[in-house]
């Protein structure tokens, strides 16, 4: 079955404790990017690859870190994870950056 | 960079009417209008989407139409049913930084 998968989908930590929050997808697809989502300010873009060993900022990327090591992983770390940084993430991916992108289901996270 | 603007944030029709949700956007260079359904605890998933060199496209009960010289586009469901009870998001991608912009959502209610 063709899908995206994330890992973990719910977790509490405190604030300063690094954290990675897994990326897979089994589609082959080239596009991969990374979402938080907020109530009232709907997706916004945190980083995004266009291929392997390629990242790029997308509009709020401070605090995250990204790696594209393999074409099916997308991991996105946060080194130093600050209460703000509470939210839900989604990890999405597509052929190609206007093709139709397939997310995964969420990863809930909480910083005290 | 670019601000995609979404109305309404909430939308109530009775079951067999129809619904519609607007955007507006400001990069003139965006090219690429994909609509979102989200429903509860599960990522975005697309259900139609358009590029810039069309007017209007239909799939069914939806259907999307973009006016490049306005900059906004709209999503329309017809003869809508419960299970189209869901948060809808729009998109645009801005060529201009390579990356999506969302609206903040509409929560559609449809009432049986």
């Known amino acids: 079955e063709a899908q995206v998968t994330q890992n973990p989908r719910y977790l509490i930590t405190v604030t300063g404790k690094k954290l990675t929050v897994t990326c897979s997808q089994n589609m082959n697809h080239e596009y991969m990017s990374w979402y938080r989502q907020d109530p009232g300010l709907g997706l916004r873009q945190i980083y995004y690859?266009?291929?392997?060993?390629?990242?790029d900022k997308g509009d709020v990327p401070e605090g995250y870190k990204v790696s594209r090591k393999e074409k099916r992983n997308f991991p996105l770390i946060l080194e130093s994870p600050s209460p703000n940084q509470t939210s839900l993430y989604f990890c999405a991916s597509s052929w190609a950056e206007t093709d139709t992108q397939y997310f995964g289901p969420g990863t809930r996270l909480t910083v005290l | 960079g670019e601000n995609v603007e979404q109305h309404p944030s909430t939308l109530s029709v009775q079951e067999g009417d129809s619904a519609v949700i607007k955007c507006t956007y400001s990069d003139s260079a965006s090219n690429y209008f994909p609509w979102y359904k989200q429903e509860l605890g599960k990522g975005p998933q697309l259900i139609i989407d358009?590029?810039?060199?069309?007017g209007e496209k239909k799939d069914q009960r939806i259907a999307v139409t973009l006016n490049k010289t306005a900059k906004h586009f709209s999503l329309h469901i017809t003869e809508t049913q419960p299970e189209d009870s869901a948060v809808y998001f729009c998109?645009?991608?801005?060529?201009?930084?390579?990356?999506?912009?969302f609206g903040t959502g509409t929560s559609l209610t449809v009432i049986p």
């Open positions: 998109a645009a991608w801005a060529n201009t930084g390579n990356q999506f912009y």
């Open positions: 690859s266009m291929n392997v060993e390629v990242t």
């Open positions: 358009i590029r810039s060199n069309v």
